[in-house]
Protein backbone atom coordinates (compact mmCIF):
# COMPACT_ATOMS: atom_id res chain seq x y z
CA UNK A 1 0.00 0.00 0.00
CA UNK A 2 1.25 3.04 -0.64
CA UNK A 3 2.12 6.12 2.47
CA UNK A 4 1.58 9.80 1.62
CA UNK A 5 3.47 11.47 4.70
CA UNK A 6 2.95 15.66 5.73
CA UNK A 7 4.50 17.29 8.67
CA UNK A 8 2.24 17.39 11.39
CA UNK A 9 1.82 21.26 12.19
CA UNK A 10 2.68 24.22 10.13
CA UNK A 11 2.97 27.42 11.91
CA UNK A 12 2.50 31.43 10.18
CA UNK A 13 1.82 34.84 11.04
CA UNK A 14 -0.94 36.35 9.14
CA UNK A 15 -0.41 37.60 5.97
CA UNK A 16 2.38 35.34 5.29
CA UNK A 17 2.61 32.17 3.22
CA UNK A 18 1.79 28.67 4.84
CA UNK A 19 3.37 25.66 2.65
CA UNK A 20 2.49 22.19 3.20
CA UNK A 21 3.87 19.63 1.90
CA UNK A 22 2.84 15.71 0.52
CA UNK A 23 5.50 13.03 0.09
CA UNK A 24 4.68 10.04 -1.66
CA UNK A 25 6.17 7.43 -4.07
CA UNK A 26 2.69 7.47 -5.94
CA UNK A 27 3.04 10.97 -6.46
CA UNK A 28 4.81 11.29 -9.65
CA UNK A 29 1.96 8.94 -11.25
CA UNK A 30 -0.98 9.85 -9.63
CA UNK A 31 -2.26 13.72 -9.01
CA UNK A 32 -2.64 14.88 -5.28
CA UNK A 33 -5.96 16.50 -3.81
CA UNK A 34 -5.58 19.04 -0.97
CA UNK A 35 -8.84 19.18 1.63
CA UNK A 36 -8.99 21.91 4.48
CA UNK A 37 -11.02 20.53 7.32
CA UNK A 38 -12.48 23.07 10.54
CA UNK A 39 -13.47 21.66 13.82
CA UNK A 40 -16.21 20.23 14.04
CA UNK A 41 -16.83 20.30 10.22
CA UNK A 42 -16.62 17.92 6.59
CA UNK A 43 -13.55 18.23 4.84
CA UNK A 44 -14.48 20.71 1.69
CA UNK A 45 -11.49 19.94 -1.58
CA UNK A 46 -9.26 23.11 -1.73
CA UNK A 47 -6.85 22.11 -4.41
CA UNK A 48 -7.84 19.25 -7.17
CA UNK A 49 -4.98 17.39 -9.98
CA UNK A 50 -2.18 18.61 -8.15
CA UNK A 51 -2.85 22.29 -8.98
CA UNK A 52 -6.22 23.66 -9.40
CA UNK A 53 -8.62 25.08 -7.68
CA UNK A 54 -12.44 24.72 -6.95
CA UNK A 55 -14.83 27.56 -7.86
CA UNK A 56 -15.28 29.39 -4.72
CA UNK A 57 -11.94 28.81 -3.09
CA UNK A 58 -9.93 31.81 -2.70
CA UNK A 59 -7.08 32.48 -5.03
CA UNK A 60 -4.92 32.35 -2.32
CA UNK A 61 -4.72 28.56 -1.89
CA UNK A 62 -2.13 27.25 -5.11
CA UNK A 63 -0.92 24.00 -5.15
CA UNK A 64 2.56 22.57 -7.14
CA UNK A 65 4.10 19.52 -7.83
CA UNK A 66 7.76 18.45 -8.14
CA UNK A 67 8.95 14.53 -7.98
CA UNK A 68 7.49 12.94 -5.88
CA UNK A 69 6.50 15.95 -3.20
CA UNK A 70 3.46 18.20 -3.76
CA UNK A 71 3.06 21.45 -2.09
CA UNK A 72 -0.23 23.70 -0.76
CA UNK A 73 0.75 27.23 -0.35
CA UNK A 74 -1.57 29.43 1.09
CA UNK A 75 -0.54 33.32 -0.09
CA UNK A 76 -1.36 36.19 2.36
CA UNK A 77 -2.62 33.73 5.18
CA UNK A 78 -5.76 34.68 7.14
CA UNK A 79 -6.78 33.81 10.37
CA UNK A 80 -9.96 31.47 8.80
CA UNK A 81 -7.39 29.49 7.24
CA UNK A 82 -6.81 28.10 10.38
CA UNK A 83 -8.05 24.09 9.99
CA UNK A 84 -6.34 20.65 9.29
CA UNK A 85 -5.07 20.29 5.93
CA UNK A 86 -5.19 16.56 4.24
CA UNK A 87 -3.41 15.42 1.16
CA UNK A 88 -4.89 12.76 -0.92
CA UNK A 89 -3.96 10.37 -3.61
CA UNK A 90 -5.04 7.25 -5.18
CA UNK A 91 -2.91 3.95 -6.08
CA UNK A 92 -1.74 3.08 -9.89
CA UNK A 93 -4.99 1.92 -10.74
CA UNK A 94 -6.94 5.10 -9.15
CA UNK A 95 -9.20 2.09 -7.30
CA UNK A 96 -7.84 2.23 -3.47
CA UNK A 97 -7.63 6.31 -2.40
CA UNK A 98 -4.85 7.00 0.40
CA UNK A 99 -4.32 10.33 2.76
CA UNK A 100 -2.29 11.95 4.44
CA UNK A 101 -2.10 12.08 8.25
CA UNK A 102 -3.31 15.31 8.06
CA UNK A 103 -1.20 18.83 8.90
CA UNK A 104 -2.71 21.44 11.17
CA UNK A 105 -1.95 25.05 10.24
CA UNK A 106 -2.04 27.26 13.42
CA UNK A 107 -2.46 31.14 12.40
CA UNK A 108 0.11 33.01 14.96
CA UNK B 1 -27.53 21.99 -4.81
CA UNK B 2 -25.48 18.61 -3.61
CA UNK B 3 -26.31 17.13 -0.42
CA UNK B 4 -25.72 13.72 0.95
CA UNK B 5 -27.38 12.83 3.85
CA UNK B 6 -25.99 9.74 5.71
CA UNK B 7 -27.85 7.91 8.52
CA UNK B 8 -28.00 4.54 10.33
CA UNK B 9 -24.81 5.56 12.30
CA UNK B 10 -25.32 4.59 16.71
CA UNK B 11 -23.53 2.26 19.36
CA UNK B 12 -23.49 -1.34 18.43
CA UNK B 13 -21.07 -3.64 20.48
CA UNK B 14 -18.01 -5.31 19.25
CA UNK B 15 -18.62 -8.21 16.91
CA UNK B 16 -22.05 -6.74 15.70
CA UNK B 17 -23.30 -5.11 12.71
CA UNK B 18 -24.60 -1.52 11.47
CA UNK B 19 -25.96 -0.54 8.08
CA UNK B 20 -25.09 2.76 6.78
CA UNK B 21 -27.21 4.69 4.12
CA UNK B 22 -26.58 8.02 2.35
CA UNK B 23 -29.18 9.64 0.57
CA UNK B 24 -27.88 11.46 -2.79
CA UNK B 25 -29.86 14.55 -4.08
CA UNK B 26 -29.04 17.66 -5.88
CA UNK B 27 -27.17 15.63 -8.89
CA UNK B 28 -27.93 12.53 -10.98
CA UNK B 29 -26.27 9.84 -8.62
CA UNK B 30 -26.32 6.88 -10.83
CA UNK B 31 -22.90 8.24 -13.40
CA UNK B 32 -20.69 8.48 -9.95
CA UNK B 33 -18.63 6.26 -8.38
CA UNK B 34 -19.21 6.62 -4.60
CA UNK B 35 -17.07 6.25 -1.49
CA UNK B 36 -16.94 5.91 1.91
CA UNK B 37 -14.32 7.80 4.09
CA UNK B 38 -13.85 7.68 7.83
CA UNK B 39 -12.17 9.84 10.79
CA UNK B 40 -11.78 8.40 14.19
CA UNK B 41 -12.02 10.69 17.37
CA UNK B 42 -9.16 13.24 16.92
CA UNK B 43 -7.58 11.29 13.70
CA UNK B 44 -7.12 11.64 10.40
CA UNK B 45 -8.85 10.44 7.65
CA UNK B 46 -9.42 7.19 6.02
CA UNK B 47 -10.91 6.15 2.71
CA UNK B 48 -12.98 2.96 3.65
CA UNK B 49 -14.47 1.41 0.26
CA UNK B 50 -15.86 2.64 -3.35
CA UNK B 51 -18.51 1.39 -5.53
CA UNK B 52 -18.14 1.69 -9.42
CA UNK B 53 -21.49 3.87 -11.06
CA UNK B 54 -23.08 0.32 -12.03
CA UNK B 55 -22.73 -1.42 -8.65
CA UNK B 56 -19.90 -3.14 -9.12
CA UNK B 57 -16.70 -3.47 -8.93
CA UNK B 58 -16.35 -2.36 -5.65
CA UNK B 59 -13.46 -1.38 -3.64
CA UNK B 60 -12.12 -2.13 0.09
CA UNK B 61 -9.31 -0.58 2.70
CA UNK B 62 -7.44 -3.60 3.62
CA UNK B 63 -8.33 -2.73 7.10
CA UNK B 64 -12.49 -3.40 6.78
CA UNK B 65 -11.61 -6.31 3.41
CA UNK B 66 -13.95 -8.99 4.18
CA UNK B 67 -16.32 -7.40 7.10
CA UNK B 68 -17.45 -3.99 4.91
CA UNK B 69 -20.23 -4.57 2.34
CA UNK B 70 -20.46 -1.08 -0.17
CA UNK B 71 -23.47 -1.11 -2.42
CA UNK B 72 -25.61 1.35 -3.84
CA UNK B 73 -29.18 1.38 -5.22
CA UNK B 74 -29.39 4.02 -8.19
CA UNK B 75 -32.98 3.67 -8.66
CA UNK B 76 -32.85 5.46 -4.47
CA UNK B 77 -30.14 7.52 -5.19
CA UNK B 78 -29.07 5.40 -2.38
CA UNK B 79 -25.53 4.30 -1.10
CA UNK B 80 -25.21 1.95 1.46
CA UNK B 81 -22.28 0.26 4.06
CA UNK B 82 -23.39 -2.75 5.16
CA UNK B 83 -20.66 -3.30 8.56
CA UNK B 84 -20.11 -6.66 9.90
CA UNK B 85 -18.02 -7.73 12.60
CA UNK B 86 -17.12 -4.60 14.42
CA UNK B 87 -14.41 -3.81 16.10
CA UNK B 88 -13.76 -0.95 18.67
CA UNK B 89 -11.47 0.41 16.16
CA UNK B 90 -14.04 0.62 13.76
CA UNK B 91 -14.95 3.92 15.94
CA UNK B 92 -15.29 7.05 13.51
CA UNK B 93 -17.48 9.17 11.64
CA UNK B 94 -18.57 7.94 8.64
CA UNK B 95 -18.63 10.30 5.51
CA UNK B 96 -20.51 9.28 2.19
CA UNK B 97 -18.60 10.99 -0.43
CA UNK B 98 -18.61 12.19 -3.76
CA UNK B 99 -15.88 12.68 -6.72
CA UNK B 100 -15.58 15.87 -8.89
CA UNK B 101 -15.78 13.50 -12.45
CA UNK B 102 -18.46 11.25 -13.30
CA UNK B 103 -17.69 7.58 -15.36
CA UNK B 104 -17.15 8.11 -19.25
CA UNK B 105 -15.52 6.15 -21.91
CA UNK B 106 -14.69 3.14 -19.11
CA UNK B 107 -13.23 5.75 -16.79
CA UNK B 108 -15.05 5.90 -13.42
CA UNK B 109 -12.65 8.19 -11.05
CA UNK B 110 -13.16 7.80 -7.62
CA UNK B 111 -10.69 10.96 -6.57
CA UNK B 112 -11.16 14.65 -6.36
CA UNK B 113 -14.23 14.76 -3.28
CA UNK B 114 -15.77 17.83 -4.23
CA UNK B 115 -19.24 17.13 -1.61
CA UNK B 116 -18.85 15.51 1.90
CA UNK B 117 -21.93 14.54 3.91
CA UNK B 118 -22.39 15.98 7.23
CA UNK B 119 -21.28 12.38 8.58
CA UNK B 120 -22.63 9.62 10.81
CA UNK B 121 -21.31 8.52 14.01
CA UNK B 122 -20.43 4.91 14.75
CA UNK B 123 -19.23 3.76 18.27
CA UNK B 124 -18.44 0.31 18.85
CA UNK B 125 -17.86 -0.34 22.52
CA UNK B 126 -19.39 -2.92 25.05
Same mark, same amino acid.
Given at each position: ?46 ? *??? $???? /? +????? %?? !????? #? ?16 ? *??? $???? /? +????? %?? !????? #??? | ?126
Amino acid at each position: SYELTQPPSVSVSPGQTARITCSGDILPKQYAYWYQQKPGQAPVLVI *YKD $SERP /S +GIPER %FS !GSSSG #TTVTLSITGVQAEDEADY *YCQ $SADS /S +GTSLV %FG !GGTKL #TVL | EVQLLESGGGLVQPGGSLRLSCAASGFTFSPYAMSWVRQAPGKGLEWVSGISYSGGPTYYADSVKARFTISRDNSKNTLYLQMNSLRAEDTAVYYCVKPLGHCSGGVCPMTGLDNWGQGTLVTVSS
